[in-house]
Structure formats: C-alpha cells, structure tokens
C-alpha cells in the first residue's frame, strides 16, 4: 500500500515496516506566489518567473483575471507549474507551500501624485495580504513591491510582530528598480559597459529618500561637480519620468517586472546557499535614526544574512542621507501607526 504525502514522498508499508521514499517531482524547486499577478507588473512579471529555471512552482494570485494569465504562461515550455487562484477565498491556497511570496498587488500613481497619495488604498492591500502570508507561510521571503514602499515593509512587519512569526530577515522592500536605473543611466552617460556597472542605492524609495552612491560605481568612473547633482536627481525622479510619459496610464510596469525578477532571483539563489549582494529596504540599523533602510546586503538561505552598510560616503551623499531621514522616518511611523490603530 502505498500514499502520497505533500506530493514528494511516498509512504509504502512493505510487511510491518514503513519505508519513506523520496522522488523529485516534475514540478520540483521552489514555489512563489505573485500576489498582484494580473496587473501591469504582475502580468510581465509573471512571464519572467515563469521562465526562471530556479522556480518549481508558480502560484498567481489577484483579485480578477488569474485564469486567463495562467492559462497564458502555461503555454509556455519552461518547467515552472503555474496555477491560478482567485479572489480571498484562494488567497491561503495560492500561499501554501510558498519559499517567496512577491506583492506587487495595489494601485499605482498618476501624474501629480506622489507615492505616499497611495498609503489610503495600498496600505490595507498590504495588510490583508500579510496576514494571510503570516496564518499560511511565516517562512516564506515577502518581497514587496507595492508602494509606498517606505511605509508598506513597516506595514508588513508589525503584521508578522501581531503573529508572532516576525522575522525581519524575511521581510523586503524591493528597491531593485532604483539600482536597474541608476546603472543604466551612469552607463549611458559614461559610455561604461553596462552589464559590469554597479551603483549601489541606499535609502528608501521614494522621492529623496533615493540615494545613489556615485562616488561608489563599479568600476570606478569620475563625476564633475555638475554631473553630479542632475544625474543624483535624474535617478530620484525617474519613477516620476515614467508616471509624466504613460500620462494617467500608471506608472513603471516593464522595468520593474525585471528588476522584481533580478531581486526575486537572488533571493532563489540565496535560499539555495549561493550568497548573493543586492540592495533592498529592510529592518536596518545602517543609519542611526531610522529603523529601515537600504543599503547593500547579503542574501542567503535565511535572508538577510549581513547588512553591508553604506561604504564610505562623501560629503554630498551624507547631506543626501540626512535630507533623507526626517521622510523617511515619518513613513515609517505612518504605517507602523496604521497596523497599531
Ligand atoms: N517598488 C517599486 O520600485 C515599484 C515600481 C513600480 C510600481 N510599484 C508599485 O506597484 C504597485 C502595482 O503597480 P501596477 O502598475 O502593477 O498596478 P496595476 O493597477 O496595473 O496592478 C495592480 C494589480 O493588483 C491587483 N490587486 C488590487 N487589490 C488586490 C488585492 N487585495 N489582492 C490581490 N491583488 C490585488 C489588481 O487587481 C491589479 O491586477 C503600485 O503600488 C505601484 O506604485 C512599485
Ligand atoms: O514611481 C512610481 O510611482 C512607481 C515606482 O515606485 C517607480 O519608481 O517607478
């Protein structure tokens, strides 16, 4: 006699003994679920995890739509299984089992709005996601993309601390995004080959609380005073860039699907014990006075396994940080607050 248990092993009873028996799945490899998967991320996305050969399982979930996204990627002939699930009452299905849960669920803005004009809506989207990933897979790494970031990764936080499962290891804001475009923009400008080029962004992501370290490119260019502070600005206002050219039609959707993708990737690699560097907003005692910040860290199978701090900063980018800190600290209070309400 035999039965399948979690689909991985099978139990078979051979006379009085019980033997437990291991085979790799068809589907074997790390499950994600993409909460938001329906939207103008969640759908590129999607497609880039789909054809990640380091995921096993890739659940979609929002609250419409996920039956014709599934149906669609699962056409394709990469090794991923792709399920839908739809609605609240799928919601702890589509998490069970998950390594990685991505949240890219939420509304994004339209021109003349900044990303905090989102807390209203995006805030309880948050939360109620949270709590579930919470009730369903405590383990899993949350990576979250829904803004305002600097005040959705403390919304999460204090869900997990209600639960009692917090563990500020597992909990990230993806600023990915910042660091895709600082790379690209310094490339261009320095004519460098872009796929070597490495800035770190430090801070949050948001407005000022963007800080790229241009003193610290990889490898190493020079910048004139008058390069600078534009390029600094450029970066910090790029999300904007893309809000003001989609006009009312959302905000970054394609470069955000691969940036998310790089970050998720790494955090696969991590979990695999393939240390791996990235940057992202996290519980962070980097800079003294706010308790999340970006800088680089290393990943691996815990999550954060090392916060690499900010590096030598010079005297423009420590004026950045300090601009920083007051926004920063602000949104990181207003979501603390709102789970606390
Ligand atoms: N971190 C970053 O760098 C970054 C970059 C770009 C966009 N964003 C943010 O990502 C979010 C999504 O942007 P978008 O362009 O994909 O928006 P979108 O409106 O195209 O898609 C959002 C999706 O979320 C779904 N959704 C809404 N409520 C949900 C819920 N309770 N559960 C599950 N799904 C739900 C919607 O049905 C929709 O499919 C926005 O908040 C945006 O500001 C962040
Ligand atoms: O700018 C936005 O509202 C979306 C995102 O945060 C981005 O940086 O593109």
Do not use: W
Request: aromatic share 6%; net charge positive.
């Amino acid at each position: 006699m035999s039965l399948s248990m979690n689909g991985r092993t099978l139990m078979s009873m051979l006379g009085n003994g019980v033997r437990f028996v291991s085979f790799r799945s068809k589907h074997s490899g790390p499950k994600v679920a993409l909460l938001g998967a329906n939207g103008g991320i969640g759908q590129p996305l999607g497609l880039l995890l789909k054809i990640n050969p380091n995921i096993g399982r890739l659940a979609l979930y929002d609250i419409v739509g996920t039956p014709g996204v599934a149906a669609d990627l699962s056409h394709i002939d990469s090794p991923a299984e792709v399920k839908a699930f739809t609605g609240p009452q799928e919601l702890q299905k589509a998490l069970e089992g998950a390594d990685v849960v991505v949240i890219p669920a939420g509304v994004p803005r339209k021109p003349g709005m900044t990303r905090d004009d989102l807390f209203n809506t995006n805030a309880g989207i948050v939360r109620d996601l949270c709590e579930a990933v919470a009730k369903t897979c405590p383990k899993a790494f949350v990576a979250i993309i829904t803004n305002p970031v600097n005040s959705t990764v403390p919304i999460a936080s204090e869900v997990f601390k209600k639960h009692n499962v917090y563990d500020p290891k597992r909990i990230f804001g993806v600023t990915t995004l910042d660091v895709v475009r600082a790379q690209a923009f310094v490339s261009t400008m320095k004519g460098t080959d872009v796929s070597k080029t490495t800035v770190p962004v430090i801070g949050g992501h948001a407005g000022v609380t963007i800080i790229p370290l241009l003193s610290q490119v990889k490898p190493s260019v020079k910048f004139s005073d008058s390069e600078v502070k534009p390029l600094t600005e450029r970066i910090q206002d790029a999300g904007t860039e893309v809000v003001q050219a989609k006009a009312g039609a959302g905000s970054a959707t394609l470069s955000m699907a691969f940036a998310g993708e790089r970050f998720v990737n790494a955090l696969l690699k991590g979990l695999k014990g393939e240390k791996q560097v990235q940057c992202a907003y996290v519980k962070s005692d980097a800079v003294q006075g706010v308790e999340y910040f970006s800088t680089p860290i290393e990943l691996g199978p815990n999550g954060v396994e090392k916060i690499l701090g900010t590096g030598t900063l010079n005297a423009f980018e420590k004026q950045l940080v300090q601009s920083a800190i007051p926004e920063l600290k602000s949104s990181i209070e207003k979501g603390v607050k709102f789970v606390k309400k």
